[in-house]
């Protein structure tokens, strides 16, 4: 399976600053998924990442609040806009490769 | 996109078998079923997964009822590292249900 990188791994940050979370992975990929997990809650899906493309967001997220980039097979970024408390969550990147998804180990967001 | 149904929480005693159910009812012919589990504070970690026939690794076992419609994960001697929040998933869907919170107790 692919190994991931992802930072940072946690941080605190003032109200409406932006966090810019990095995901990097050890072999080229077609895709990327970045997923939030609010405190005491699930895993949901904010968009998928396509390299060359612009990313696919699901329902509930916008691009100006999660812009993503994705400059090449091995490496995405997704930024936290203008961030509440509401956005405190920790953040995951994924990939498909082989066997499954492999997850990275999440960047852990508080905002005060 | 199919979903899946869990069972909130289950607990179980070290060392027995936890046998953890999913409900995929509206599964489709060429989907997988996955298995993932969130140690606390951890990325979720892959366990195991299957389409129609009962697949079995160092880590599970997954039994996959004849019509599709749900599927068990058996962890054949429960321990303590086991406790965590067990997902079903099916694979194209991308959609994480709430899983089940599995506890093992000593």
């Known amino acids: 399976s692919a190994v991931i990188s992802q930072k940072p791994s946690r941080d605190i940050c003032q109200r409406g600053t932006s966090l810019t979370i990095q995901c990097q992975v050890d072999?080229?990929?077609?895709?990327m998924f970045w997923y939030r997990q609010q405190p005491g809650q699930s895993l949901t899906l904010i968009a998928t990442?396509?390299?060359?493309?612009?990313?696919?967001?699901e329902s509930g997220f916008v691009i100006d609040k999660f812009p993503i980039s994705r400059p090449n097979l091995t490496f995405s970024t997704l930024t936290v806009s203008n961030m509440s408390p509401e956005d405190s969550s920790i953040y995951l990147c994924?990939?498909?490769?082989?066997?499954?998804?492999?997850f990275g180990s999440g960047t852990r967001l508080t905002v005060v | 996109d199919a979903k899946t149904t869990q069972p909130p929480s289950m607990d179980c005693a070290e060392g027995r078998a936890a046998n953890l159910p999913c409900n995929h009812s509206?599964?489709?012919?060429?989907?997988?079923v996955y298995w993932y589990r969130q140690i606390h504070s951890q990325g979720p970690q892959y366990i195991i997964h299957?389409?129609?026939n009962n697949e079995t690794n160092e880590m599970a076992s997954l039994i996959i009822t004849e019509d599709r419609k749900s599927s068990t994960l058996i962890l054949p001697h429960a321990t303590l590292r086991d406790t965590a929040v067990y997902y079903c998933?099916?694979?194209?869907?991308?959609?994480f249900g709430k899983g089940t919170r599995l506890s093992v107790i000593a």
């Open positions: 509206t599964i489709s012919g060429n989907e997988y």
């Open positions: 299957g389409l129609k």
């Open positions: 990442a396509n390299q060359g493309s612009e990313a696919t967001y």
């Open positions: 994924s990939v498909v490769r082989g066997v499954g998804y492999t």
């Open positions: 998933i099916v694979r194209a869907s991308l959609v």
């Open positions: 072999s080229q990929v077609t895709m």
